[in-house]
């Protein structure tokens, strides 16, 4: 599987767009982007996932460069209660494994 | 509702024992899964179980047992064997193990006194 890459910690304003970058040069062509956000001592919650279109749903958007090799998440009006660690993994659903592989995320704190 | 029920939320444990941690899930998942999480650090997988009866090893199954005898449970056993259980555990599902819409519980705070 791909490793990915995010910066450790963001800060966002309520009410503003959050974009949290993810990195994954080295995804291959069956592999898929997943986001998972955690907040403070609960279990993770399942966001959005892509391939190669960009996504929308009711919590966010996901945007997939044309060369897949990055991503972006966007939560379009954040508030306080989006404050969470936030995961980009990257999925091969045809690899040995199958298994999610949680990095450390990243830490976005949204401010008043 | 459908969901994923961990129990209890915190537990305690003397040095030496073993202990049991509950997983329930009412999603008709097929796929199930164990996760420890240490302070400021990422999800590491313990054991996971594509279907009754069948489960293997994660990362760091050293020290740990689990058991799938139905499809419904999947029970983590922390053994005196495992050198630093102190940690949370997340339990996890999903449809199979090659879809990665994962649904956790909320998880078991254990620690070891």
């Known amino acids: 599987d791909a490793k990915t890459t995010q910066p450790t910690s963001m800060d966002c304003a309520e009410g503003r767009a959050a974009n949290l970058p993810c990195n994954h040069s080295?995804?291959?062509?069956?592999?898929?982007v997943y986001w998972y956000r955690q907040i403070h001592s609960q279990g993770p919650q399942y966001i959005i996932h892509?391939?190669?279109n960009n996504e929308t749903n009711e919590m966010a958007s996901l945007i997939i460069t044309e060369d897949r090799k990055s991503s972006t998440l966007i939560l379009p009006h954040a508030t306080l209660r989006d404050t969470a660690v936030y995961y980009c993994?990257?999925?091969?659903?045809?690899?040995?494994?199958?298994?999610?592989?949680f990095g450390k995320g990243t830490k976005l704190s949204v401010k008043p | 509702d459908g969901g994923i029920t961990q129990s209890p939320k915190y537990l305690f444990r003397k040095e030496g024992q073993n202990v049991t941690l509950s997983c329930e899930q009412n999603?008709?998942?097929?796929?199930m899964y164990w996760y420890r999480q240490d302070p400021g650090q990422g999800l590491r997988l313990i054991y996971y179980s594509q279907i009754v009866n069948d489960f293997q090893k994660g990362d760091i199954a050293e020290g740990y047992s689990v058991s799938r005898e139905k499809k419904e449970s999947f029970p983590l056993t922390v053994t005196s064997a495992q050198k630093n259980p102190t940690a949370f555990y997340l339990c996890?599902?999903?449809?199979?193990?090659?879809?990665?819409?994962?649904?956790f519980g909320s998880g078991t705070r254990l620690t070891v006194v």
């Open positions: 892509g391939l190669k």
């Open positions: 999603l008709n998942h097929d796929a």
């Open positions: 993994i990257a999925l091969n659903y045809g690899g040995s494994q199958g298994n999610l592989i």
């Open positions: 996890a599902s999903s449809p199979s193990r090659r879809q990665g819409g994962y649904t």
């Open positions: 080295t995804i291959s062509g069956n592999e898929y």
